[in-house]
Each structure stands twice: as C-alpha cells, then as structure tokens.
Nanobody
C-alpha cells in the first residue's frame, strides 16, 4: 500500500501562484511515476503533469509554460509549482502514484478568483 498526502491548495487571485506538494509513504518503489491531475465541477479528471523517478516530465498543453512539476526522490515527494494562475485552473487537484498499480491522493482544492 502507498499513502499520498497532498497539501498547498487554497484560494488565490488570477495571476498568482501556488505550490502543491504530495508526500508518498508506505511501499515505495524505486521506479515510479508521480503526477498531478485535476477535476473541475462537471468535468472529467484530466492530466496536469507527470514526472518519472528518472526525472522525465510530461505536461498538459494548458500547463505548459505556467506549471512546473518536480520531485524529491529522497523524500518521496512531488511538487507542482503553479504560476500565472487563471480562473479556469480552479479544480480539485489529485496526486497520483503509479508503480505496480495506481494510488490516488484525497485531493486538494485550488480556487482562482478573477
């Protein structure tokens, strides 16, 4: 089992920044992918960004140039630095850990006011 604890969400004005963190614990594997997904009201959950244990990253088009995903393997923690936030970034952000199976965090709310 893997437990994921997210933090860093909140309310911010458009143009502002937030940094999300997700700490993994439990049966951590040396090779894994961690990522951030989001779900806005009435919409499907969508990819924001992922990062492998080797440091390879992938971003949704909506995140490119504004968001940066990073990872501290020693701390089993993944971060999402979000800059130039827009109201359409408002969603619940979920952390995902993928190794031999998927694990999801409980989600953290990000609200961007106009």
């Amino acid at each position: 089992q893997v437990q994921l604890v997210e933090s860093g969400g909140g309310l911010v004005q458009a143009g502002g920044s937030l940094r999300l963190s997700c700490a993994a614990s439990g049966s951590i594997r040396s090779i894994s992918t961690m990522g951030w997904y989001r779900q806005a009201p009435g919409k499907q959950r969508e990819l924001v960004a992922t990062i492998t244990s080797a440091g390879s990253t992938d971003y949704a088009d909506s995140a490119k140039g504004r968001f940066t995903i990073s990872r501290d393997n020693a701390k089993n923690t993944v971060y999402l630095q979000m800059n130039s936030l827009k109201p359409e970034d408002t969603a619940i952000y979920y952390c995902r850990y993928t190794a031999w199976r998927d694990y999801w965090g409980q989600g953290t709310q990000v609200t961007v006011s106009s």
